[in-house]
Nanobody, 115 residues
Framework: QVHLVESGGGLVQAGRSLRLSCAVSGSISSINYMGWYRQAPGKQREWVSFITNGRSTNYADSVKGRFTISRDNAENTVYLQMNNLKPEDTAVYYC?????????WGQGTQVTVSS
């Protein structure tokens, strides 16, 4: 059984930084996609960033230049470094891990940015 454990969320002031982590445990075939999504109150879940097993990355326009995604294959962990946080970044952040046959979601971690 595969488990995703997210951590690193919290309450910060605008302009500060947070680093989210998502650790994958359990038996999983080759991971080819690791991504982050977020859901703000009253809004749909939206994609934030992803990184492939070839380490290609992509970012939503709203976070480009401020967020950086990375992965540690040895630890099966994906990170999201979030700099210069803005109040509009406030949301529950979820990691999403995909193999060739399955997709897994974490439980989410709350990020709150005060102005």
């Amino acid at each position: 059984q595969v488990h995703l454990v997210e951590s690193g969320g919290g309450l910060v002031q605008a302009g500060r930084s947070l680093r989210l982590s998502c650790a994958v445990s359990g038996s999983i075939s080759s991971i080819n996609y690791m991504g982050w999504y977020r859901q703000a109150p009253g809004k749909q879940r939206e994609w934030v960033s992803f990184i492939t097993n070839g380490r290609s990355t992509n970012y939503a326009d709203s976070v480009k230049g401020r967020f950086t995604i990375s992965r540690d294959n040895a630890e099966n962990t994906v990170y999201l470094q979030m700099n210069n946080l803005k109040p509009e970044d406030t949301a529950v952040y979820y990691c999403n891990i995909r193999s060739s046959v399955n997709s897994y979601w974490g439980q989410g971690t709350q990020v709150t940015v005060s102005s």
